[in-house]
């Protein structure tokens, strides 16, 4: 018998249907009020609907895996998981945007605010679609909010070439999604991903081998657009500088979660039989492992040159972005607790050197690396917390970078992948030179004005998160590990009603 | 091409069947020929404005004169300045004009499979087109708050 | 107490804190205080546990910290009663440096910085000592690396300071590498990081021999950077830019031991491999006469007791390359409190005679300064080797582990040292404090705070060789249980006669030189064989030494500079040269046209598919 409307559990849904509701009162009510009203609740309104939604989320963790939609949209622990990094990302995103983005710089604060839930609510998507379909839709939904908000300044030059660029970039990736996923359809009939988990390996069989590699390669370019790892991700350094720095954190960290979800599940549920048919060691591991390893190289030494302080963190996000592809390619024991547990780890060191960047672009009214010199002593609180950024985002022992990378790289040699692990670590080592020239300019250069630098409640708040969770993934690796480890990982890779996961 | 087993997606019903068609022992060059149908297409599309265009030639009377041999399209001349500028208000309403088009396109077949719908999966049909609608009647009202509908 | 040990390097940890908060606001007087109770706390704390440890493999306490599929690394602690010694010397040695640096660093703009880093140091040293994995070691181990590193460059204003800082930092970070490897060795081969069970997986021979050999030598490696021990050894002289309380604490009492304690703390690991410890005996008795050699003719007062501090570190690596734990360890300890003494001595005089250091521009403080006179006295008397002083009974305790281990040459050279020992100290000596002031003003005073702890430090100096004798009492307490085995038994009756007379007659010839005059150089030049002249005469000895030794060293070091200036600098500026022309190229690519970037993905995607293609064809 059929199921009928009731019969469902409709509570799975709960976080994305109080975004999406909070999105929608939130564009009625832009338009309803007046121009001149101050429009600053707004981001306090969906800081609220996101933690709802959080709270919705991590209720349901521990459950069975659960489809709805007619099979479209599954609850799992991955895509649970991800969810709340991705909505905790936003969270900080819009404690950001209460403070930092002002109706004075950009006229349309409200549409910020909505656009921001609209593509929170695309992420959403992205990590828990069990269809094609709903994956390109929840993808899109992320991908455009994102081109308008990366050109919401829009009287700033900058910023409407980051959207143009990112627009134009976008789409090219985009279709080279979608003609990958034309080509799974065109092999297995199917838009679900269990049901093409089951077919494409008949296909491959059956002499489509080369179709079958193709479509994920062609895939496989648009998500390296998505999580900005070289070569394909140009855009990254325009965009993430010209657009206002709230959006670009958001773009950094939401965007890269969800992008790394969609590639996960997509990969592993797709194309995972091609690891047990030794298909994967020869051909997709060493693609991805040099996609991983000139991400590295790439980021990390085009970084050296800037001086743009968010042009900087860009390159630095590409080789992260470089790091977090080993573990995929080299499907190590630990594969999802070590990627997701660098991109918590990312989330928090990120958002808080993305704080940092935007308080002192508003101060110094530069995005220049320059406005970091003397931050030691106009304010010292700040120069301590930028620095715990930048010890973890470069690997410092007790930090949350250097546990993320350690586990990555425990990955790397567990698997006999000496080569990327050394390239892991000499690129690593380049990083240190520019990370540590930022703190070189906040403790040994004279500062600009010798002013305290006054710093808002706001921000102060996202660094004191920034530095709880950077120092205290760091300290206590075991929390975070434990809990990761606990999550029912695997279900994310086999059919509801099946047996366990095969070997 | 043998057709063996015909696969309907139940979800998708409201749009449209997905048909599967799976292949019995095909080989590679079989694959090439599901092509064939395209290519066909392709020469189709070819041959028929030829053959329109050479039998018109063949059967209307042939007196130009200098108003009658310029080029027109619905009243205006297609050739010119490449950067012809339009009123930024046309691509406005394109653009609505897009989405109430789509609403359409996704309206008519859920309208017409609506009882096969509702036996299966019940009134939830109603509720998801009319989700669906809601969030086109915000845009309405957001293209009419922005001032789109008027022409100034 | 002993189950709570854990917290004796959290209240220096603790003083760090508050001292770091407290800041600049702080009077002198406040942060001193604060520094010197945590310490003094740890310190008691320390002889409490030192009382109640029990014999064998101590005390153990672990919390895990982090696991990597089925390997759990833990953080912890473990006291057994080498640790506790290691406890009770640090934390003794850092609570008589805290009371002393009151007076030392008086008016200091930065006092305060000063007494967290040394509280900072103190939590590291006490840290490591008590640390039951190597991984902690480690952690500990580069920890105090740090501290170190900015103590020396303490006053980062003097060019000197701040170029000693960075060689002390990279000079020792090359005997780091080396550790670190023989960690991931021993993780690799035993599966464990506890130093317990890595000592039992080999005790067990579940490790290849060539492998322990190997693991032996690597920790080696990593004492021999962090101790000063020869071919790294030159950081150590130059760490003596730092503030001399530093020199005291870290560079002569307790950091620098920190390389023989690890050698130390993994024994077990050496006496597996007869290479391992013959190089740690060769290295030691080399260390100890080469550096002994070089504090002849040395200017500095500092320097000199640099050198003497490396010789002595010499002198424990000997030891324990003999199978001489006990008397390794034993010379740990005394060595710990008279050259701090020594340091403390030093660091008085210089204060009196406002920051000079030659010894050139010194002389006649006998009189003025009869206190520290006295007890420096006692500091030379001791590292000299004269009964009944401490350094007579450990040093004969190192030359006795030699002998009988049947290391003759390791002996002899061990003994030749001594005489140089007893030289260069008495030199020194004579040239503070006998004959006449030579400096230029009026010697100022030295502060009660200052003195005190000194005394402490002689009577320790003193007596501290009463723990071994007579009746062995300190090595059947640190051997009791495990498994080591205790000591040598009595010395043969002429070998105390041999190092007393030894050390007499340096300090004859010291005299003779330096009080008496009566061994004029020009006289001793023409009576005596040209050997003499070259060992006795101060320039012609440096000159001497500078052929014998230095030269073949110096071609040596001429070759290695070029080896290091060309082929080395040469693959580092390949190296920065090819991250540079990477960047170049990738910035260049950023072009900002957007075509371009399309281009570059599409190319990317092609070349990546060509590569696949080919990688299937072959």
Redesign the interface.
């Known amino acids: 018998m059929e199921k009928v409307l009731l019969d469902y559990d409709w509570t799975v849904m709960a976080p994305e249907i109080i975004i999406a509701a909070a999105a929608a009162l939130l564009s009625l009510a832009d338009l309803f009020l007046r121009e001149n009203t101050d429009r600053r609740f707004f981001s306090w309104f969906s800081l609220a609907a996101v933690i709802a939604a959080i709270f919705f989320t991590v209720s349901r963790f521990g459950q069975q895996p659960y489809e709805i939609l007619g099979d479209t949209y599954r609850v799992d622990d991955f895509a649970l998981a991800f969810k709340t990094a991705v909505l905790s990302g936003v969270g900080l995103v819009f404690l950001l945007s209460a403070w930092g983005v002002r109706q004075e710089e950009i006229r349309f604060r409200g549409e910020y605010d909505y656009l921001l839930l609209a593509a929170a609510l695309g992420a959403m998507i992205m990590t828990s679609s069990a269809d094609l379909i709903t994956l390109f839709v929840g993808l899109e939904l992320l991908s455009i909010s994102s081109y308008i908000l990366a050109g919401i300044h829009r009287e700033r030059y900058a910023s409407n070439e980051a959207a143009w660029k990112y627009v134009v970039q976008g789409g090219v990736a985009s279709a080279f999604i979608l003609y990958g996923m034309s080509f799974v359809y065109g092999l297995t009939g199917s838009t679900n991903l269990y049901t093409i988990q089951q077919r494409l390996v008949e296909a491959y069989q059956t002499g489509y081998d080369a179709f079958v590699l193709l479509s994920l390669f062609l895939m496989l370019l648009g998500f390296g657009f998505k999580i900005a790892s070289a070569p394909f991700h140009m855009w990254v350094p325009d965009v993430y500088q010209g657009a206002p720095t709230p959006v670009t954190s958001f773009l950094a960290v939401v965007s890269k979660t969800a992008a790394f979800a969609l590639v996960l599940r997509i990969v592993l549920v797709g194309y995972i039989f091609l690891y047990q048919m030794q298909i994967w060691q020869q051909v997709v591991e060493p693609v991805l492992l040099v996609l991983a390893g000139l991400s590295m190289v790439i980021g990390n030494t085009a970084a050296l040159h800037q001086t743009d302080t968010k042009r900087l963190l860009a390159y630095s996000s590409v080789a992260h972005a470089g790091y977090l592809l080993v573990p995929l390619s080299t499907l190590g024991a630990v594969l999802f607790e070590s990627t997701f547990y660098y991109l918590i780890a990312y989330l928090v060191m990120t958002m808080g050197a993305f704080t940092v960047a935007a308080l002192l672009e508003r101060e110094a009214g530069h995005g220049n690396i320059s406005g970091f010199a003397g931050l030691s002593r106009r304010s010292p609180g700040t120069a301590a917390a930028m620095t715990v950024f930048l010890l973890s985002l470069a690997g410092i022992p007790v930090t949350a970078g250097f546990f993320g990378k350690f586990y990555i790289l425990m990955n790397a040699l567990s698997t006999q992948h000496f080569w990327i692990a050394g390239i892991m670590v000499g690129t690593t080592v380049i990083s240190y030179y520019y990370y540590f020239g930022i703190i070189r300019q906040m403790y040994f250069r004279p500062p600009a004005s010798k002013d305290r630098m006054r710093v808002p409640m706001v921000p102060a708040l996202l660094l004191v998160i920034g530095i709880l969770g950077t120092v205290g993934l760091g300290v206590v690796p075991e929390w975070a590990v434990h809990w990761i480890g606990d999550l029912q990982w695997m279900s994310a890779l086999t059919p509801l009603n099946a047996g366990p996961p095969g070997p | 091409m043998r057709c063996t087993d015909i696969?309907i997606?139940?979800?998708?019903l409201g749009q449209g069947l997905?048909?599967?068609?799976?292949?019995d022992?095909?080989?590679?060059m079989e694959?090439w020929a599901n092509y064939s149908m395209t290519a066909i297409f392709f020469l189709l599309g070819l041959a028929l404005p030829a053959a329109a265009f050479t039998v018109g030639r063949w059967l209307r009377p042939h007196h130009p004169s200098a108003a009658k041999i310029i080029t027109y399209e619905s009243g205006v001349d297609p050739f010119g300045d490449s950067r012809v500028q339009f009123h930024v208000r046309y691509y406005l309403f394109a653009l609505l004009f897009v989405i109430f088009d789509v609403e359409t396109v996704f309206l008519y077949p859920w309208a017409v499979a609506y009882d096969t719908l509702r036996q299966?999966?019940?009134?939830?049909v109603l509720?998801e087109m009319l989700i669906f609608v809601?969030?086109l009647f915000?845009g309405l009202?957001?293209a009419w708050?922005?001032k789109v509908l008027e022409w100034k | 107490m002993l189950a709570n040990a854990w917290v004796i390097p959290l209240l220096p940890l603790a003083a760090f804190v508050l001292l770091l908060a407290g800041g600049r606001r702080w009077k002198e007087g406040v942060a001193a205080w604060v520094g010197s109770i945590a310490v003094l706390a740890a310190c008691v704390w320390s002889l409490g546990v030192l009382a109640v440890v029990p014999g064998g493999t101590g005390r153990k306490m672990e919390i895990p910290w982090l696991s990597l599929g089925d390997t759990v690394i833990t953080m912890g602690m473990e006291v057994n009663r080498l640790n506790a010694l290691m406890l009770l010397i640090v934390s003794l040695v850092s609570f008589l440096v805290h009371v002393y640096s009151r007076g030392y660093m008086r008016g200091d703009e930065r006092f305060s910085v000063f007494y967290a880093y040394l509280a900072l140091f103190t939590f590291s040293m006490l840290g490591l000592v008590i640390s039951p994995n190597l991984l902690q070691f480690y952690i500990f181990w580069e920890l105090v690396g740090v501290c170190s590193f900015l103590l020396i460059g303490y006053w980062y204003y003097k060019p000197e300071a701040k170029a000693a800082a960075k060689k002390a930092f990279i000079l020792t970070r090359i005997g780091d590498v080396g550790l670190f490897i023989a960690v991931i060795l021993a993780f690799w081969h035993t599966g464990t990081l506890e130093i317990s069970g890595v000592i039992q997986a080999v005790q067990d021979g579940k490790v290849e021999a060539g492998i322990v050999t190997l693991i032996a030598l690597l920790i080696f490696a990593g004492a021999v950077g962090k101790s000063g021990q020869f071919p790294l050894h030159t950081w150590l002289p130059d760490a003596m830019e730092g503030p001399t309380p530093v020199s005291a604490l870290i560079h002569a009492a307790t950091m620098v031991a920190a390389g023989v304690y690890l050698v130390a703390r993994t024994f077990p690991l050496f006496e597996a491999s007869p290479v391992a410890m013959d190089t740690v005996a060769y290295v030691g008795a080399f260390t100890a006469l080469f550096a002994a050699s070089i504090g002849l003719v040395q200017n500095d007062i500092k320097r000199v007791l640099a050198y003497s501090t490396v010789s002595q570190l010499g002198y424990m690596m000997l030891a324990l390359g003999s199978a001489g734990y006990t008397a390794g360890v034993f010379h740990l300890m005394t060595h710990a409190f008279f050259k701090a003494l020594l340091f403390l001595g030093a660091g008085a005089v210089i204060v009196a005679l406002h920051h000079e250091q030659d010894i050139r521009r010194m002389g006649g403080l006998w009189n003025r300064h009869k206190g520290a006179g006295v007890l420096f006295l006692i500091g030379c008397l001791a590292i000299s080797g004269i009964p009944p002083f401490s350094g007579f009974f450990s040093k004969e305790e190192v030359l006795l582990s030699a002998w009988q281990d049947g290391r003759w040459g390791v002996f002899a050279v061990g003994v030749l040292a001594s005489f140089f020992t007893a030289f260069y100290m008495f030199r020194l000596f004579f040239l503070v404090f006998a004959g006449e002031y030579r400096g230029k003003g009026q010697p100022g005073p030295v502060s009660s705070g200052m003195m005190w702890p000194m005394g402490v430090l002689a009577a320790l100096a003193l007596l501290a060789g009463f723990a071994e004798f007579p009746g062995g009492w300190l090595s059947h307490w640190l051997t009791e249980e495990t498994g080591i085995p205790a000591g040598h038994g009595s010395a043969p009756v002429w070998l105390p006669l041999l190092t007393v007379s030894i050390a007499a007659a340096g300090i004859a010839l010291a005299w003779g030189m330096y009080v008496k005059q009566s061994v004029s150089p020009e006289q001793w030049r023409a009576r005596a064989p040209w050997g003499y002249r070259v060992l006795l005469h101060k320039y012609y000895v440096d000159e001497g030494y500078a052929a014998v030794i230095a030269l073949p060293y110096k071609g040596l070091s001429i070759f290695l500079r070029g080896f290091d200036r060309y082929v080395v600098e040469g693959l580092v500026r390949l190296a920065t040269a090819a991250v540079q022309t990477a960047a170049r190229v990738s910035t260049r690519l950023q072009n900002g046209q957007v075509q371009t970037y399309a281009l570059i993905s599409v190319i990317g995607l092609v070349l990546l598919m060509i590569g696949l293609a080919a990688g299937r064809l072959f």
Not at chain 2, 120 to 124: E, N, P, S
């Open positions: 696969y997606h139940p979800s998708l997905m048909v599967r068609i799976s292949f022992g095909v080989t590679g694959y299966d999966v019940g009134l939830f509720v809601l969030f915000i009202i957001y708050k922005k």
